[in-house]
């Protein structure tokens, strides 16, 4: 689903504000990579991981339960000295929306129906754990992270 994505092993510059294996931290994309270089370097995070927290969600597509590993949690304090805890997805913009009907229904269209259909019921669950929780879960795409999105992906 994803060309041109990168894998790697992030090396921690600070490991105390680590929650998780600091020898096992995984990214999935270059846009991950630059979260947690900010997460990791930045002194308003008191303390972040990456797929440490999982949400269970019933799958709209065989109605089964499965495991979501959300890409971070943060916490961080703000400028007043308020704690926000926070757990953060990062996508393209372009997976955050239900995709838009070509002339012809072709595989990659309904494929990309299906995966927005996942993670809609994956996004679902975690508003309702976060709010349970007085955590707030957001969805950072491209746009939020200041990268310019040249190749649609």
């Given amino acids: ?9 992030y090396r921690i510059t600070n ?7 600091i020898n096992n931290v995984i990214y999935r994309s270059l846009w991950e990579l630059k979260f947690m270089k900010w997460c990791d370097l930045n002194n308003s995070v008191i303390e972040w991981g990456s797929e440490v927290i999982v949400i269970p969600y019933v799958s709209p597509i065989d109605k089964k339960i ?12 703000n ?7 926070y757990l953060i997805e990062i996508k393209p913009e372009r997976f955050t ?14 494929d990309e129906v299906l ?7 994956k996004w679902k669950a975690a ?5 349970d929780r007085k955590i707030q879960f957001m969805i950072l795409t491209e746009k939020d992270l200041g990268i310019e999105n040249k190749h649609g992906n």
């Fill in 66 to 77: 499965h495991r979501h590993f959300v890409d971070f949690y943060i916490k961080i304090k």
């Fill in 1 to 9: 689903m994803y060309k041109n994505t990168y894998k790697g092993r």
């Fill in 79 to 85: 400028k007043h000295g308020i704690v926000q805890k």
């Fill in 15 to 21: 490991p105390s504000k680590y929650r998780g294996d």
């Fill in 97 to 110: 929306k239900p995709p838009e009907q070509p002339k012809k229904k072709t595989k990659r269209f309904l």
């Fill in 127 to 131: 508003f309702e754990f976060c709010e």
């Fill in 115 to 121: 995966q927005y259909a996942v993670n809609d019921a």
